[in-house]
């Protein structure tokens, strides 16, 4: 029964994912919009590290490799959901805002006792703010023209994913990424006495690949590799646009439908690395490089760089198999930073938080309740940009179920 009512929870989320605000940024104005850092199980309270970990007692979002060590009778759900609390600071002004989104949900399970599949719905990017009065100079000269923007949407990330154990120390897996979404955006440029406005729908889809593994060297020791493919997100649109000053207002395009600007995600890969000391404390540590140098876009408001991301993660348990329930609670804290693949006004986003988080067992399995604690800084407030100083409050629930197992007493 309830194996029933987690695939039943599993299907009703779907529709309430699908529909939430992701996040509220004014650097969501930049491509696709913010993209959005997803992971399951205890991964956001170790920096977002990972990619060497197995998904014997979780679903292990950074490796689809590891998904080939799913426990044969294991089955694995996972859902989560953030609160966020911003502060947004410029050189003259501030303001603070709150956000609450569900953040993902997925299934695994073991396919054949060597191999295992995963399925999830997440968010990809956000393209969701609200922009006032944002002065822009305008090139080879002392001028500036003012931008009012708001938009909401973004993609969302379908997740196929498959692991298989060639050996008992070598995993291999392989993913396949559904991006889809759409991004309501209306924008109006001030320049004199003259507003241009531009209201547009853009609908964007694409496939991506990723290809994992694993390697046991020892019994404490573990080494992880990914490599993602270069993505083609296609895009077309229905737009209008409106010319006004004092006098009168042209109607320059009334929902026309025609391509839009294309989208170009970069070839990614990473390394990771896991390391288990005197069976209590786990060190992880992941580096992640994306070359969006090779995607040749540019952007209206900045420029694509390549982006380098660091993640570092320390989890801590006395005795997961005591009598004592105390022993069986998990303790993490981590460290991410990520230099970011915009540049504005020659400068470039950087994002980098800590992380703090605790598991509290559920049953005499693996699952847990995991709540996470995050604080970060994203940006800067040189050259007229924002620095966005950030709280998360992150609950996962990490569940799992041992299936078809023949019952001893009856």
């Known amino acids: 029964m309830k194996n029933k009512f987690w695939f039943i929870l599993f299907l009703t989320t779907y529709?309430?994912?699908?529909?939430?605000?992701?996040?509220?940024?004014?650097?969501?104005?930049?491509?696709?919009?913010?993209?959005?850092?997803?992971?399951?199980?205890?991964?956001?309270?170790?920096?977002?590290?990972?990619?060497a970990l197995p998904s014997d007692s979780f679903i292990n979002n950074k490796n689809p490799a590891s998904l080939g060590l799913i426990g044969k009778n294991s089955f694995f759900f996972d859902i989560g959901m953030k609160?966020?609390?911003?502060?947004?600071?410029?050189?003259?002004?501030?303001?603070?805002?709150?956000?609450?989104?569900?953040?993902?949900?997925?299934?695994?399970?073991p396919i054949t006792s060597k191999s295992g599949i995963g399925v999830s719905l997440k968010p990809y990017s956000s393209a969701t703010y609200l922009i006032s009065n944002y002065q822009i100079p305008i090139a080879n000269s002392n001028e500036y023209y003012t931008l009012d923007a708001k938009s909401n949407g973004g993609l969302n990330n379908f997740d196929?994913?498959?692991?298989?154990?060639?050996?008992?120390?070598?995993?291999?897996?392989?993913?396949?990424?559904?991006?889809?979404?759409?991004?309501?955006?209306i924008r109006d440029f001030t320049v004199a006495q003259s507003i241009t406005t531009i209201d547009k729908?853009?609908?964007?889809?694409?496939?991506?690949?990723?290809?994992?593994?694993?390697?046991?060297?020892?019994?404490?020791f573990r080494l992880g590799i990914t490599l993602k493919s270069p993505a083609h997100?296609?895009?077309?649109?229905?737009?209008?646009?409106?010319?006004?000053?004092?006098?009168e207002t042209q109607y320059v395009?009334?929902?026309?439908?025609?391509?839009a600007t294309?989208?170009?995600?970069?070839?990614?890969?990473?390394?990771?690395?896991?390391?288990?000391?005197?069976?209590?404390?786990?060190?992880?540590?992941?580096?992640?490089?994306?070359?969006?140098?090779?995607?040749?876009?540019?952007?209206?408001?900045?420029e694509f760089k390549n982006q380098d991301k660091f993640a570092l993660g320390l989890s801590y348990v006395k005795k997961e198999k005591s009598i004592y329930?105390?022993?069986?609670?998990?303790?993490?804290?981590?460290?991410?930073?990520?230099?970011?693949?915009?540049?504005?006004?020659?400068?470039?986003?950087?994002?980098?938080?800590?992380?703090?988080?605790?598991?509290?067992?559920?049953?005499?399995?693996?699952?847990?309740?995991?709540?996470?604690?995050?604080?970060?800084q994203k940006g800067t407030t040189n050259n007229s940009l924002i620095k966005e100083n950030y709280h998360t409050i992150g609950i996962n629930l990490s569940l799992e179920a041992i299936w078809f197992v023949k019952r001893k007493f009856e």
């Open 83 to 109: 609160g966020i609390q911003t502060n947004y600071v410029s050189q003259s002004d501030s303001e603070k805002r709150n956000n609450f989104q569900f953040s993902h949900i997925a299934i695994a399970f």
């Open 201 to 220: 729908k853009n609908f964007y889809k694409g496939v991506r690949f990723t290809l994992g593994n694993q390697i046991k060297i020892d019994s404490t």
């Open 233 to 247: 997100i296609s895009a077309s649109k229905t737009q209008s646009v409106t010319t006004s000053n004092q006098t």
């Open 15 to 51: 529709a309430s994912l699908m529909a939430q605000s992701v996040a509220t940024s004014p650097y969501s104005i930049y491509g696709l919009g913010s993209l959005y850092e997803t992971d399951f199980g205890s991964l956001p309270s170790i920096g977002s590290s990972g990619i």
């Open 160 to 185: 196929l994913s498959y692991g298989y154990k060639i050996h008992e120390n070598f995993t291999l897996g392989l993913s396949s990424s559904l991006f889809f979404g759409t991004i309501n955006d």
């Open 325 to 376: 329930y105390s022993d069986k609670i998990h303790y993490f804290a981590g460290a991410n930073y990520d230099n970011g693949f915009l540049s504005i006004n020659n400068n470039n986003i950087i994002n980098k938080s800590f992380s703090l988080g605790v598991g509290i067992p559920i049953d005499y399995t693996h699952s847990l309740l995991n709540i996470t604690y995050s604080y970060g």
């Open 253 to 259: 395009e009334d929902a026309v439908t025609d391509d």
């Open 262 to 302: 294309d989208y170009y995600l970069p070839f990614e890969f990473g390394v990771g690395f896991s390391k288990r000391f005197n069976k209590k404390f786990n060190l992880t540590f992941d580096y992640e490089k994306s070359l969006w140098n090779g995607t040749n876009q540019t952007n209206f408001y900045g």
